[in-house]
């Protein structure tokens, strides 16, 4: 592994569903971060890590949850997944607490119907 | 409210220059960040300011006016790989960064 990957790459979800998306990185990095990008809006944070152990909320933290176990993984769960959550979901992890560049995962495009 | 405001796609040249405007009003401000974005993938980071004035990194320069709330992005000698998403982004007091919704910028020969 090299850098930041994430699991699926897509995915078509019926709604109501549970699903768990995966973030993973090698880079030893502190903090991580779960983004939504929606066409015509910025990346907007869902939820954050500045280390394992511990977590926050971001700008849209309704209806996703995550878990900081270690510092490589960082997994982010749709309890009960809603169309309004059809996006493409971008991990990424910076060094030094939350003051380094982030750096991101190649996305998870999920749709839910 | 926090906003970071930026043009919503910009069309040039092969060969020529573009300058990308980014304006922003924010809670506090810890730096400045452009990224790049191709299509279905995943923005990779660019330039960072701090301070004012001019970062320049190859073909791609960055300044930042704190006091106007103004950066941008300049890219010259374009190149058809440079059509690409760019993205500018905000570090807030709480450390956290705002984006912009991105600029795409469409290079023709």
């Known amino acids: 592994i090299a850098g930041i990957t994430q699991a699926p790459t897509s995915q078509i979800l019926a709604a109501g569903r549970r699903m768990t998306l995966r973030c993973t990185q090698d880079?030893?990095?502190?903090?991580m971060y779960w983004y939504r990008q929606d066409l015509g809006l910025g990346l907007r944070l869902i939820h954050y890590?500045?280390?394992?152990?511990?977590?926050g909320k971001g700008e849209v933290p309704d209806g996703y949850s995550v878990s900081r176990a270690n510092t490589d993984d960082f997994p982010l769960t749709l309890a009960s997944a809603v169309p309004s959550q059809t996006s493409v979901y971008f991990c990424?992890?910076?060094?030094?607490?939350?003051?380094?560049?982030?750096?991101f995962g190649p996305g998870t495009r999920l749709t839910v119907l | 409210g926090q906003n970071i405001d930026q043009p919503t796609e910009m069309t040039a040249t092969e060969g020529a220059i573009v300058q990308i405007n980014c304006t922003y009003q924010t809670s506090g401000f810890n730096g400045l960040f452009w990224y790049q974005q191709h299509a279905g993938e995943a923005p990779t980071f660019l330039s960072y300011n701090v301070l004012d004035g001019l970062e320049e990194k190859g073909r791609f320069s960055s300044f930042l006016s704190r006091s106007k709330g103004y950066s941008y992005l300049l890219l010259k000698e374009l190149q058809m790989k440079d059509s690409a998403s760019y993205l500018c982004a905000v570090r807030d007091s709480n450390y956290q960064l705002i984006w912009g919704a991105g600029t795409k910028l469409i290079i023709k020969p």
């Open positions: 880079m030893r990095h502190n903090a």
């Open positions: 990424a992890s910076s060094g030094e607490g939350s003051t380094d560049t982030q750096y």
């Open positions: 890590s500045n280390t394992a152990g511990t977590t």
